[in-house]
C-alpha cells in the first residue's frame, strides 16, 4: 500500500516513524514544507523530519527517543535545538517589550493631544470672554449713538416742519394751476372715453358675432352628441328586442336556478355586451342602470359580479382585485366597496352644489339636471333619505354657518352638528370662550349683490325659488 503523507498522523507511533523508507520521509517533508535535500541518508532523513516538527513544536521533544542510536550526534543536536527555541523565546520577549515600549509611547502621545486639546478649549473660552466684553462694549456705543442720532432726528423733524409749512403755502398757489389743468384734462378724457365707448360697441358687436358662431357650433355639437345617444338607445332597445324574442321562442339561454349538476349553466359570455359602460365621473348612476337592465333581462343576481367586473375600469378595478374571493363573489358588498371608494365627505358635495355654473356649451336642462344630481349627492351623504324633517334641518344648518364669523363656521363644521339649536348653541359657547362679539360680521362678508344686501335682493328671490323647485322635485321622486 502506497504511503499518503496526508493520513499520516500530527503524533505518529515511534513503529509508524521507524517503518517509513526514505521515499516516505521525502515526501512527509513536502507535506509539512520541510527543506530537506535529496541525497541526505535515511537517518539524517529521520533526524532533520525530527528535528523540524519538534523545532516547530508539531511533536512533543520524546520524538529523539526514534532515531538511531547515535549518541553524540543526537546530543549535539538537542543542544542545538534547545538553543534555537531559548532564542526564539528570547526573540519573542523582544517583540513583546517593544509593543509594550510602542503602546507606552502612544498612550503618552494620546495623553499630551488631550492635554492640548484642553488648552485649546480654555484658550477659546477666554477669546469668546473677551468677545462678550467687546460686544457689551459695542452695545454700549450703540445705545450712545442711538441717543446721539435721536436729539439729530428731532432738530431734523423741526427743520421739516418749517419746510413743510413753506411747502404747504406753495402747493396751494400750484393746486390752483392744478385744477384749471384737470379741468382742461377732463374734457379731454371725456372726449377719449366717448370714443373709447365707440370702439368697445364695436369690439362688443364682434364679439357677439363670434358668441354666435360659437353657439351655432356648440348647438350642431349638441344635435351631433344627441344623435348619437339616440342611436345608442336604439340599438340597446333593439338588443332588448331580439333577446325578449328569444326568449319567446326558448332560444333565450337559461337562468341557474338551482345547483343540481342535471341543470344546464347560465352563458355569462352571451351577455356580457348588453352591460352597461361603466365611467368613472359617474359611478353613482352606472348601479342603478345596471340594476334595472339585469331585472330586465332576468339576469341570475350571483351572476351580477361577474357582469359587473367586465366593465370596471379604473380605482373600482383595483378594489375588485383587491377584495377577498368570498367579498367578490357577492354584489351588494362589491358595489359598497365601489361606491365608498369614489364618495366625497359631505362638504365637498355642498361646495359642488353651490359653486357650479353653467358652462357656455351646455343647455339649460343639462344644467339643470346637474345641479339635481348633486344636491341628491348632497342629500345623500348627509343620510337625509326620504325625511322632511332632516332635509330642513341641513338647509337650515348649512345657511346658519354662512352667516356667522369665520371661525366659528370652521368649528361647526368640523363637529358636523346635524341641528340647527344645537349649532346655535355651540356656536354661542365657542364665541363666548374664544372672546368673540355676539354681533360680529362674518370675516368674509357677502358682497352688496349677495343674498342678504338690499342690491341682492333679486339674487335672493332667484336663489330660495331654486331651492324650493328643488326641494320640490326631490320631494316628489318616488321611493
Known sequence: MAFVAQ????TPSEAQFRALLKSDLLKLAKHFNLEVRTNLRKAELQATVIQSMVGLGTWDELAWEWLPEEPEDVELRKLELQLRSQERIKEEERKAEKERAEEERK??????????????????????????????????????RELQERLKEEE?????????????????????????????????????RVERELQERREKEQAEERRAARDLE????????????????????????????????????????????????WDVGRHVRLVPPFSEKEVAKFFPYFEKVARQLNWPEEAWTILVQSVLVGKAQEIYSALPMDQCADYEVLKKHILKAYELVPEAYRQKFRNARKRESETHVEFA?????????????????????????????EEFQQCVHEDIKVYLQEKKVPKLWDAATMADDYALTHRIGVHEPNSSPRSPQGRWGTAGSDTRVQESSREHIALQGFLRRPP
Open 218 to 265: 356648440a348647438e350642431e355639437r349638441k344635435a351631433e352628441r344627441e344623435l348619437k345617444e339616440r342611436d345608442m338607445e336604439l340599438q340597446q332597445e333593439i338588443k332588448f328586442k331580439e333577446l325578449e324574442l328569444m326568449r319567446e321562442r326558448g332560444e333565450a339561454p337559461p337562468l341557474l336556478t338551482g345547483s343540481t349538476p342535471n341543470q344546464k349553466t
Open 7 to 10: 493520513n499520516f498522523g500530527v
Open 156 to 192: 431734523r423733524k423741526a427743520e421739516a416742519e418749517e419746510r413743510r409749512v413753506e411747502r404747504e403755502l406753495q402747493e396751494r398757489l400750484k393746486e390752483e394751476e392744478r385744477k384749471a389743468e384737470a379741468r382742461r384734462e377732463e374734457k379731454q378724457a371725456e372726449e377719449r
Open 107 to 144: 498612550a503618552e502621545k494620546e495623553r499630551a493631544e488631550e492635554e492640548r486639546k484642553a488648552e485649546k478649549e480654555r484658550a477659546e473660552e477666554e477669546r469668546k470672554a473677551e468677545e462678550r466684553r467687546e460686544e457689551k462694549q459695542a452695545e454700549e456705543r450703540r445705545v450712545e
Open 369 to 397: 339636471r346637474v345641479k339635481e344630481n348633486m344636491f341628491d349627492r348632497w342629500c345623500e351623504s348627509k343620510g337625509v333619505g326620504k325625511d322632511f324633517e332632516t332635509l330642513r334641518d341641513l338647509i337650515l344648518v
